[in-house]
Nanobody
C-alpha cells in the first residue's frame, strides 16, 4: 500500500486559514483517488473531500462546501486548502488513498484503504 504523510496542521482562530499537505511514497497521479478525512475524539473518521485520480472530479461534504478546496499535483502531493475555519473543524485530519485505479463513480469512503498518521487542526475563537 502507498505510504502517506500529512503536514500543515496547527492552531488558528475562527475565520482563519490553513493548508494541509499529504505526500505519498509513490506517484499517485492518475492512479489513486485521494481524500481527506476529519476525526474528533470518540467519533468515527468522516470524509470531508475527495478527488479523482486525474483531478477531473472533486466532491465535498456539505459542512465544508465552499470553504475547503482539495487539489493535487501531478506527482505525489495532495492538498486541502481550508478557509473560513470554524470551531467545528477542529480535529485530526487524515489523507487517504483508494485502491489503484478505483472507479470514481462507485467509490465509497470504505474504499480508501491507505492512511497517514494525521495532522491536528485546532480552531479557537
Amino acid at each position: 500500500q502507498v505510504q502517506l504523510v500529512e503536514s500543515g496542521g496547527g492552531s488558528v482562530q475562527t475565520g482563519g486559514s490553513l493548508k494541509l499537505s499529504c505526500v505519498a511514497s509513490e506517484d499517485t497521479w492518475n492512479k489513486y483517488c485521494m481524500a481527506w478525512f476529519h476525526q474528533t475524539p470518540g467519533k468515527e473518521r468522516e470524509e470531508v473531500a475527495r478527488i479523482s485520480a486525474a483531478a477531473t472530479e472533486t466532491s465535498y461534504t456539505d459542512s465544508v462546501q465552499g470553504r475547503f478546496r482539495i487539489f493535487r499535483d501531478n506527482g505525489k502531493t495532495l492538498y486541502l486548502q481550508m478557509d473560513r475555519l470554524k470551531r467545528d473543524d477542529t480535529g485530526m485530519y487524515y489523507c487517504g488513498a483508494s485502491r489503484p485505479l478505483a472507479n470514481w463513480y462507485t467509490l465509497r469512503s470504505a474504499d480508501f484503504i491507505s492512511w497517514g498518521h494525521g495532522t491536528q487542526v485546532t480552531v479557537s475563537s
